[in-house]
């Protein structure tokens, strides 16, 4: 199978049109309808359905395309992130991390690490989901986690970044923007999204208000669908800090609670490099230095 194969399969899933997608690939349809064929012909079972009216998708060739898409994106973004190592670089060190937010001076620390190691590339890795399974297969140097998930872990170093507090998220006009600090008797008779997959320190703090029997809860699939819900009026959250982004959309109060979230970086034990631990201890003096910024 050639990555050329794979460009047609795609476009011609995305079109269902044979002549239009050799069109649009730059080729004869004869070429194309050939290659599609020859594809076919290798995996041994039909991708698309002929008609006199153009393509259909078969139910495997519907799963195999979309296995081929993911595919292709991860080839061409492992060839651009060659591209850049081999133009500039000579290390890389790969940051996973859920939202770019998680590590609010991750772009700070990147500045700095560039001026004294300008041959190593910092790539940040986003995965909502997934990370520490990426993580542990070698897939990112750094992983971002809460300290509750590394406990059980082996041949792993964690080292602790920073507490994140717990915040109430609300709209900028909602009364409860202009208090310095949330209480529990300020939520009764509100509206709580909770769910999407919140940590345990969080998911104690939903259980105990709702238990309550004083206001009503909403659940809500993840974090942005929340974000979404408050901003249309449904309700407001509770977020631990580190999910803050400072765009200044929400409010952010301080929700006052005892719970807190330990935030750390993973590495592996077996990574020694000096470019590694000196971009750690850059990312840690940031946050000890930043006495007065809501975490």
Known sequence: MTTKQIDYCIELARTLNFSRAAENQFVSQPTFSYQIRLL???????????????ASLTPAGAQFVSFLSGMREDLKRAIEQ?????????????????????????PEAMRLFAQTAPEVQIVPKFQYEGGMESFLKGDADILFSLKEHTRQLSNVTVHDL????IYLIAQRDDPLADKNLITENDLYGRTLMVGGGSPAALRAVQHRLISTGQL????SADHDTTLVNVAAGKGVCL????????????????????????????????????????????LKKLYEDAVAFPL
């Open 40 to 54: 076919e012909e290798e995996i041994g079972f039909s991708i698309f359905e002929r008609s006199g009216k153009g």
């Open 82 to 106: 060659g591209q850049n190592f081999s133009a500039k670089y000579k290390d890389t060190i790969t940051v996973s991390l859920m939202v770019r937010q998680a590590i609010c001076f991750l």
């Open 162 to 165: 920073f507490d994140s507090h």
């Open 216 to 219: 009503d809860y909403f659940n």
């Open 239 to 282: 977020a631990p800090g580190f999910l803050n982004d400072h765009s200044g959309q929400f409010a952010w109060i301080p929700f006052d609670c005892e719970e807190r979230f330990e935030c750390v970086l993973c590495t592996h034990k077996n990574d020694s490099r000096q470019s590694l631990t000196a971009f750690i201890s850059l």
